[in-house]
């Protein structure tokens, strides 16, 4: 485990404090049950602004704090124990990122201020399918007088309907599998030519399809070079799989502390349950998966803050945080029995989100493979 610092310590607490008293998960439930076709609370998200944590990657000079990626991960990691729902992941973690990465002075200076204030709210546009596939981009940018023309849909955009700024992957040249011909583009998300359609997600957060028919964008809106997005692309989603594994932590963190809090009290048979042997190994085996994910997560999130080759640990982080996940909703709804299988015990919340995030910018299987790839296997 990471040795955090006093101003690590502070942030945790203070995103732990909030989660709980402003985010608890009956928010999460009003919000399902409301069925607005609202992905988030937009007070609870300018309240993170206000607290600074949408800023906490983006440099001071852009009105944010740079406090590094450790930092926000312990911000997930609590948000994700009351199964917040806010765009901290697709905006203050991916979009911010691929605009430091990638920007022009120009671009920062548009949006890196807007987003650490959380005045706007940006996502990535990457995956055409229901399994991610980064590299299979088929979305097209064709060259114009005026600067590029967009065609193609983009599917699971995370707040894709809220979003102020789309970050889009096009392909301007090669075939769809290959690295290079792509480019990241900002778009508006309200460009002529957008269209977005609500996707009902099973954990009641939000996500969109967004089709791009003939969206003109001009030469200004190229993220980074043309042809060569992936350099900037894949960073940014080696953030994103690190960030989404920290949350998935909490998520399956706070499932083990609920149903550890069940097994001190239930009593069957004139004995509480957590005195049952073979209950306490399942519990056992689950808080040393917990750890060990933990050191995953946190050694991804460091190597990012360091600047080092990340790819590899943040594909662990997400298999091992997806593995862990699947368990741990896996468990609390068994341990608790009949109660786990009904709607007003949270025990299914938990469940969905766990389903949604596993699958969410690739699961266990993929980031395994890409893992053993990278590893020279």
Sequence with gaps: ??????????????AKAWSQESAPVSALRKLRNERSGQTFDPAAWSEMGQMGW??????????????????????????????????????????????????SDAQKAAWLPKIATGEAVATLAIDESAHHNPTRIALSATQSVDGWTLNGTKTFVLDGEAADLL???????????????????LVPGDAPGVVRTHLSLADSRGAAQIAFDGVEVGSEAVLG???KGWAVLEPVLDRAYAGLAA?????????????LDYLKTRTQFGQVIGTFQALQHRAAKWFTDLETTRSCVEAALE????GADARALSSLAKAKASEVLHLASNEMVQMHGGIGMTDEHDAG????RARVAEALFGGASFHRDRYARLMGF
Excluded: H, N, W
Aim: charge should be negative; charged fraction near 15%; avoid cysteine.
């Design 1 to 14: 485990m990471a040795v955090l610092t006093e101003e690590q310590t502070m942030l945790r607490d203070a």
């Design 303 to 306: 190597a990012l803050d360091a």
């Design 54 to 103: 949408a800023g906490v990657v983006v440099p001071e000079a852009y009105d944010g704090s740079g406090f590094g990626y450790l930092g926000l991960g312990l911000i997930l990691e609590e948000t994700g124990k009351t199964l917040a729902a806010s765009p901290l992941l697709s905006t203050a973690l991916i979009a911010a990122s691929a605009l430091e990465l990638g920007g």
């Design 167 to 185: 970050i889009v992957a096009a392909r301007t040249s090669g075939q769809s599998g290959q690295t290079d011909g792509v480019t990241l583009f």
């Design 247 to 259: 949350e998935m932590l909490g998520t399956a963190s706070a499932a083990f502390e609920i149903t």
């Design 349 to 352: 919340l938990y469940m969905k």
């Design 225 to 227: 070079e043309v042809d």
